[in-house]
Nanobody, 123 residues
Framework: YVRLVESGGGSVQAGGSLTLACTAS????????IVWFRRVPGLELEVVAG????????FYGHPLKGRVTISQDNSKETVSIRMNNLAPKDTAIYAC????????????????WGRGTQVTVSS
């Protein structure tokens, strides 16, 4: 079992930046990637960004591509995303997930999920 805890959510004005962190604990040897998803009201679940924790290779979804950077700390147990130039359309629940094997863009490859954190962008 892997526990995931998100931090860094909150409110930000349009054009601002926000950093979210996902910390994994438990049987972290059983996962090879951590990904950030978001759920915008009325839209399907979307990949924001993720990373393969062994190699550090990042991957990015379409919604914030070019406005988000993912990074991993030296312990390989915390994965952060820095989101830049945020807009009201980015208001959503952001959650991290972890999994082992399979393609990064298939949601069923992620068996562990955090509770999610609210990000609100005002203008």
């Amino acid at each position: 079992y892997v526990r995931l805890v998100e931090s860094g959510g909150g409110s930000v004005q349009a054009g601002g930046s926000l950093t979210l962190a996902c910390t994994a604990s438990g049987d972290t040897d059983s996962i090879d990637k951590i990904v950030w998803f978001r759920r915008v009201p009325g839209l399907e679940l979307e990949v924001v960004a993720g990373i393969y924790i062994g190699s550090g290779t990042p991957f990015y979804g379409h919604p914030l591509k070019g406005r988000v950077t993912i990074s991993q700390d030296n312990s390989k147990e915390t994965v952060s995303i820095r989101m830049n130039n945020l807009a009201p359309k980015d208001t959503a629940i952001y959650a991290c997930a972890a999994g082992q094997g399979g393609s990064w863009d298939v949601v069923t490859n992620y068996g562990f999920w955090g509770r999610g954190t609210q990000v609100t962008v005002s203008s």
